[in-house]
């Protein structure tokens, strides 16, 4: 299994909060991912990184930044959290576009 | 509007039973893959179909690709109680696009 590491696991906030996520990869591979996982709605990408310092937006990027200034870290920012980015956030990382993702463990944030 | 849908959202099942599940699209995919995601942990890859009309098995479990390249299908022979998870198509447009996840089937296999 590829070695990615999500940090924390669980994490209970306020609203108006900042809130930073970490994704820590072994693995060298080049892109990166931030997804979030909401029932019915299934992965939905959040940010993704195709390099140090290069990053780009996915579908539901409003409300999040990323930052990756480590090839093998990767954070997800909530600027000032709000009740509806409570989620299941999920790291992943690929050789490139187009090639299978690897998985994290998932990090499960409530918003209060 | 999901670009993938699959079918059934929720599958309840008896141990010993046979099952498919659908993922649909009315896009064309130059692959499909397939995830299964167990209970507080990530989704793990299953298989890739690239070819339309492919056949592939993975012990119990076979996955098809539509001739179309619009949808594929996983039947699992004689379901056990491991088999139980979600499981989430997932499709790239392009080699070199992200890739699209579909909604996820929810499968319980009860002993």
């Known amino acids: 299994d590829a070695g990615i590491t999500q940090s924390p696991r669980h994490k209970v906030t306020e609203t108006g909060t900042p809130v930073t996520l970490r994704c820590h990869q072994t693995?060298?591979?080049?892109?990166m991912y931030w997804y979030r996982q909401d029932p019915g709605h299934g992965l939905r990408l959040i940010h993704y990184?195709?390099?140090?310092?290069?990053?780009d937006k996915g579908e539901v990027s409003d409300g999040y930044s990323v930052s990756r200034s480590k090839t093998e870290d990767f954070l997800l920012t909530l600027e000032s959290a709000t009740s509806s980015q409570t989620s299941v956030y999920f790291c992943?990382?690929?050789?490139?576009?187009?090639?299978?993702?690897?998985f994290g463990p998932g990090t499960r944030l409530l918003v209060l | 509007t999901q670009l993938l849908e699959q079918s059934p959202q929720f599958l309840s099942i008896q141990e010993g039973e046979n099952l498919t599940v659908y993922c649909n699209s009315s896009?064309?995919?130059?692959?499909l893959q397939w995830y299964r995601q167990e209970p507080g942990e990530g989704p793990v890859l299953l298989v890739t179909?690239?070819?339309?009309?492919e056949v592939k098995k993975l012990k119990r479990l076979t996955f098809q690709f539509g001739d179309a390249r619009k949808d594929s299908s996983l039947h699992i022979t004689a379901a056990q109680p491991g088999d139980t998870g979600l499981y989430l198509c997932?499709?790239?447009?392009?080699?070199?696009?992200?890739?699209?996840f579909g909604p996820g089937t929810s499968l319980s296999v009860i002993p």
């Open positions: 992943a990382i690929s050789w490139a576009l187009g090639e299978t993702q690897y």
């Open positions: 693995e060298n591979h080049r892109y």
């Open positions: 990184s195709y390099g140090v310092k290069d990053t």
């Open positions: 896009s064309v995919f130059s692959s």
């Open positions: 179909v690239v070819t339309g009309g």
């Open positions: 997932a499709g790239f447009k392009t080699s070199y696009d992200k890739v699209i």
